[in-house]
C-alpha cells in the first residue's frame, strides 16, 4: 500500500506514488486541490482514452445506446417478456465466427419465451427529409444489414430492430414512452426503394416501424 498524488499541472495531470507517510512532506507539488488516495501502486490512475475497456464510455453515442439496451430490458420484463442478455465478448463470438464463413453480427438479447426471437436494440435521431419535411427517417448502416442477415440465415430465428427515439434537444435523453420495431428481413424488402446516405446508411422513413411490444409477438405467431 501508499499513496497515490494527481495534480493539474499546465494543463495536464500529473501523477505520482508514495509508499509512506513520510515521503509525502517531500513532494513540493501538494496543493490543497491535489488528489490524494492510498491504494496499490499497480492502482494507477489512467486516461479513459488509454484503456481499451472504458474509452469506448467517452463516446455519448455508445453510453445513450447502453441506456437503451437497459430501458428496453426493464420494459420488456413489464410486458411479460423473458429475455436473455447475448455476450458481446470475444470468446462468447467465436462460437458464432468458428462456424459462419461470412460477417456476422449479433444483437442485444433473445426473447427466451417468444422462440427465441433476436433483438438489436438502438437509439436513433428521427431526421426530416430535406423534400418532404413532414416526414422523418432514421440512418441504418448498410453492413449492419448485411450482418444480421447472415447471421439470421445461421440461427434459423428472426431478427428485430427495437428503436428508440433520441431526443433532439437533449442528445443524451431517450424518448422512453414508444419503442419503435422493424425487421431485418423488412428492411432487406425495402433496400431497393431507399435512399443511401454518402456515409453507406439506408435511409429509413419512420413510417415503416411498428409501435408497441406486441409487434414481438406478431412476429412470433408467423414463425
Not at 72 to 83: C, P, S, T, W
Not at 150 to 157: G, R
Not at 190 to 196: A, E, G, N, T, Y
Request: with cysteine.
Amino acid at each position: 500500500m501508499g499513496y497515490h498524488l494527481i495534480n493539474l499541472i499546465d494543463g495536464k495531470l500529473e501523477h505520482c506514488f508514495k509508499e509512506t507517510y513520510e515521503e509525502l512532506v517531500y513532494e513540493d507539488a501538494i496543493t490543497e486541490n491535489t488528489i490524494i488516495y492510498q491504494g496499490e501502486e499497480k492502482w494507477r490512475p489512467f486516461k479513459i482514452s488509454e484503456s481499451e475497456i472504458y474509452k469506448a464510455l467517452a463516446n455519448e453515442d455508445f453510453r445513450i445506446g447502453i441506456r437503451a439496451q437497459h430501458l428496453f430490458k426493464k420494459q420488456a420484463d413489464k410486458e411479460g417478456f423473458i429475455l436473455e442478455d447475448l455476450n458481446q465478448n470475444q470468446e462468447s463470438f467465436k462460437i458464432y465466427t468458428n462456424n459462419v464463413d461470412k460477417p456476422i453480427k449479433r444483437g442485444d438479447y433473445l426473447v427466451r419465451n417468444f422462440g427465441n426471437i433476436e433483438i438489436d436494440v438502438k437509439c436513433k435521431t428521427f431526421y426530416k427529409f430535406d423534400r418532404t419535411p413532414r416526414e422523418t427517417f432514421f440512418y441504418f448502416e448498410c453492413d449492419n444489414l448485411s450482418k444480421h442477415l447472415n447471421m439470421q440465415s445461421f440461427t434459423k430465428t428472426p431478427i428485430l430492430i427495437a428503436i428508440y427515439e433520441r431526443n433532439q434537444k437533449d442528445k443524451v435523453q431517450i424518448k422512453e414512452d414508444i419503442i419503435h420495431f422493424i425487421s431485418i428481413d423488412e428492411i432487406e424488402r425495402l433496400k431497393r426503394i431507399l435512399q443511401k446516405s454518402i456515409h453507406s446508411q439506408y435511409m429509413i422513413p419512420t413510417k415503416y416501424l411498428h409501435q408497441g411490444f406486441n409487434y414481438i409477438k406478431e412476429i412470433f405467431e408467423k414463425i
